[in-house]
């Protein structure tokens, strides 16, 4: 009796405008692109919920209306929220609705979606709590299952997330980790007490995230009865199939014309009319099974790229020094207390940032080319570094200023 | 399989990239077992119309004949080199064109070939007379046309004549870059299908050189100055003017850094006179011509290649910069962008953007790492042997 476990990530970065060496020291609005291109985050966003966001939760809506037993959860990124909150309220409130029928979840992460748990404990933890917080500001929910940026997973990961009090995390199903067992069940990780671990099913979530509408593909066109009868074809052998995968893959990745959308329509019903079949969010698949064994990642594993690792983000010197720069600035920054310095600080440790300026197969026109809104890798760096450069001009000004003030007031206290 | 091949300049008798094009898919030529008959033009101590210099590769012969046709020369620098009254040379630059086309009927009755393959306007007549006399194929090779040269300025009618002249009667166009290819269907009404493009290469080999760094650019490094460098000819085309304004931006961020500029060129007085005027004189470096381990030197040196050029077909300077680890800014439309992704690329009247990108380059050496560390690797991929079997390719469809 397979259970069939669906996850979308939702996430839009603050992408940074072409900021140039000019802009250094005279323009603080990193992230207001204005332009026609695809640095403009309200733009982009705008033009995300119109193709993906809007119409999938509005088919959602009415399959969870149609189907008592259909489930799906979802993790948001705070940044995003933060956008659609700006830029498209009523993005919010369609996914408001779905939370409404008590039928889908919502995961925790970090709130920048970003790659702190690598570099900083204690902003990672912030970060965890300010998106709980948003979380159940927004949708009166507290997330119990954590899955971090990109899936990047390890044993560490696994005893921090327990630490926080999760339930489950979610990690990626990679052949590496798994060697010869199966994606289809919950794991304990080593050194966990009680925190289980979600694996995607990277085959059958990969067969809609990336090859639908590859014709190319012997199994084109994928049809809800064919994909719906794979599944089936578990049975007996696995507690939960997770398909894990990011929401665009409805109408961005995957364009409408592929037929998503329907494909999307059909399958639920396709699914639970085959014996068996059945629906869990990822909360309800951690209380309902146990661990069948101890899954021991000492290295990060991810979603991303074929790797499955962090080179994604750290793969060469420039996103290596982005990164310790950036990272360098924490106790600069949190010693200012100044809220947009902060906000903009955080903005930036978005992994995508790093992403942009990955150099893989980048001459070969791969995905990371697709996903890349800056001309190159080269010009992601350039931007960023520059960026980095005036934050670190404001922090020498706050820094004056609060010399200066103490300076002034000191003569005044003497008086006293 | 011989070919006989009509050209402007030869290494090391060459002023600029089409003879370092023209070596390095002679000899990618001569690895795939062509014989080729290289034709050149070229003012020569001895009193004699052409004489053959053997190669100790013997699948290359160059055949030189005495003529004044230098290449990048203008009608107006012909009448200059020709002097007064000077007796064997031909009256302008248009009769020595025809009399290198004419004396090519003698080659091309008393030698043994299969193709003829010519570079360039300057040989194109040659190839004309060449394919009547024997009437074998004929490739024309474009590396760059008249409105490359001059750019938004008029074009020379004569030159443009010959240009279209040589297209129409040639059997393959082969043209440097898709750059090319549209300004060659655009401006000369060749059929596309007519049309190859065949990029450029390098031959890294060359280049591996370990060579010694100038004793007086080593001082300004060990001072902790950096080194940008423009390799090129000092002309319209090449942007030289460009490269003075932007080091002008630079100098207001980064003031510990030295200009080179590797070339000459009709517009280096202008150029000189011009970082007079922004006084700038102490922070350039004019080196005038140089070539082999001379230009190694300036390469190995250089912290940053910069070509902004204002059109530029192909451009074989960035990959040699490169194969010294020298990371490179280009301009976007340059054909050699259309093989070269590892690089940084501008608008080349963008001056802001050049400076913002050569900063960067000189304060992050991560970046700088990061792109020769993949160029190198993309280079490899963009050689003259590509480049040749595409042409035998050609040959063999004739």
Known sequence: ?416 | MRVLMFGWEFPPFNSGGLGTACLGLTRALARLGVDVLFVLPKKLALDVDHCKILFADPSLTLLSFNSLLVPYISAEEYVQLRGKGAGRWSHSLQEEVVRYALLSRDIARNEHFDVIHAHDWLSFMAGIEAKRVSGKPLVVHVHATEFDRVGPGPISQFVYEVERRGMDEADWVIAVSEFTKRIIVDRYRVPERKIQVVHNGVDESDYLKETATPEVVKRLKDEGNSIVLFVGRITLQKGPDYFVRVAERILEFEPNVYFVIAGSGDMEGKIIEEVARLRLTDRFIFTGFLRGDDLHKVYRAADVYIMPSVSEPFGIAPLEAITHGVPTLISREAGVAEVLTHTLRVDFWDIDEMANKVVALLRHPELRKTLCLHAREELKRINWNEAAKKCVMLYNEL
């Open chain 1, 1 to 416: 009796m397979p259970a069939v476990c669906f996850y979308f990530q939702v996430h839009q970065p603050m992408r940074i405008k072409h900021y140039r060496l000019f802009d250094i020291g005279v323009d603080r609005d990193y992230f207001g692109e204005r332009g026609e291109g695809n640095l403009n985050n309200e733009r982009v966003l705008r033009k995300v919920a119109n193709k993906c966001y809007l119409p999938a939760n509005r088919l959602l809506l009415s399959l969870l209306h149609r189907h008592p037993e259909f489930k799906v959860s979802f993790s948001l990124s705070g940044v995003f929220l933060d956008a659609a909150r700006q830029y498209l309220p009523e993005l919010i409130f369609s996914f408001q609705q779905l939370v409404e029928t008590g039928r889908v979840e919502l995961l925790a992460e970090t709130y920048y979606h970003s790659l702190s748990f690598l570099y900083s404990t204690d902003e990672f933890r912030q970060q965890v709590e300010k998106h709980r917080r948003l979380i159940e500001e927004l949708f009166g929910v507290k997330p119990r299952v954590f899955r971090n940026t990109e899936l990047i997973y390890n044993n560490e990961i696994a005893r921090e997330a327990e630490s926080l009090g999760f339930e489950a995390l979610l990690a990626e199903g990679a052949d590496h980790i798994l060697e010869w067992r199966s994606p289809n069940f919950l794991y304990r990780p080593v050194g966990g007490r009680a925190i289980k671990i979600l694996l995607k099913n990277y085959r059958l979530s990969d067969d809609l995230a990336f090859r639908f509408g590859e014709r190319s593909w012997k199994e084109y066109p994928l049809t809800a009865s064919k994909f719906a009868e794979w599944l089936t074809g578990h049975n007996g052998s696995s507690d939960v199939i997770n398909l894990f995968m990011d929401y665009e893959t409805f109408g961005e990745h995957q364009w409408e014309e592929t037929g998503i959308f329907e494909f999307l329509v059909a399958l639920p019903g396709e699914l639970l009319s085959r014996r068996d079949n059945f629906f869990v969010t990822p909360g309800e698949a951690a209380a309902r099974w146990e661990p069948v064994g101890e899954l021991d990642v000492p290295h990060y594993v991810s979603w991303a790229d074929i790797e499955r690792d962090l080179s994604a983000w750290q793969s060469n010197e420039m996103q290596r020094k982005a990164l310790e720069s950036l990272y360098a600035l924490e106790g600069a920054v949190l010693a200012r207390q100044d809220l947009a310095l902060l906000e903009d600080w955080r903005r930036l440790q978005t992994s995508d940032h790093f992403y942009y300026m990955c150099t893989k197969w980048f001459a070969d026109g791969d995905v990371h080319k697709y996903f890349n809104p800056y001309e190159s890798p080269y010009d992601a760096f350039i931007s960023y570094m520059n960026v980095l450069h005036d934050m670190r001009l404001r922090l020498r000004e706050a820094e004056r200023r609060d010399e200066h003030h103490i300076a002034i007031k000191r003569p005044a206290a003497e008086r006293q």
